[in-house]
């Protein structure tokens, strides 16, 4: 027994299932909500490589390195992205040899009705918990999360392949 646990605390064990159960509560009434509003096929990968392609767009390698996951198990999740109509394939101003994956206007539409949606989910927690408890709650996290570590996209790489 951790020296937590014999004091009557909390035992250690729970902070990062209790971490994750708020992520998992939060991503999948995040993907209630999206199906609600004409994304129904969205799955939690498909939102990490969304924002794996970003603006700018960016090839089936660079998605595989932000997301970190090999080159094969990207280019699988762009697939279905393409298949979904998210993504399209285009090819790259700067080198015509490669293929650019870009995002569709469904998939600026589903980033965006899911940006609003954490906003109204952060807003309920807030009704809940109280602002002043979310914000510090958030405050305590930045200061115990690595910064490098803090926005990273590739849970997937510990989390399974998308």
Not at 18 to 37: Q, S, W
Not at 85 to 111: I, M, N, Q, S
Not at 122 to 134: F, I, Q, S
């Amino acid at each position: 027994m951790g020296k937590g646990a014999s004091r009557g605390d909390t035992p250690g064990y729970e902070l990062p299932l209790l971490l994750f159960g708020g992520f998992r509560t939060l991503i999948d009434r995040l993907h209630a909500r999206l199906a609600a509003e004409g994304h129904p096929d969205v799955r939690p990968a498909h939102g990490f490589a969304m924002q794996a392609v970003g603006a700018q767009g960016a090839t089936a390698s660079d998605i595989g390195r932000r997301l970190g996951v090999s080159k094969q198990a990207a280019g699988k999740t762009v697939d279905r992205l393409l298949t979904l109509g998210y993504a399209e394939r285009t090819d790259d101003p700067a080198d015509a040899r490669r293929k650019l994956v870009r995002l569709t206007p469904r998939g600026y539409d589903a980033l965006a009705r899911s940006a609003a949606i954490f906003d109204d989910l952060r807003a309920e927690w807030m009704t809940t918990l109280g602002a002043d408890r979310v914000r510090a709650m958030e405050a305590a996290l930045r200061n115990v999360v690595p910064e490098e570590t803090a926005f990273r996209l590739d849970a997937t790489s510990w989390l399974g392949a998308p």
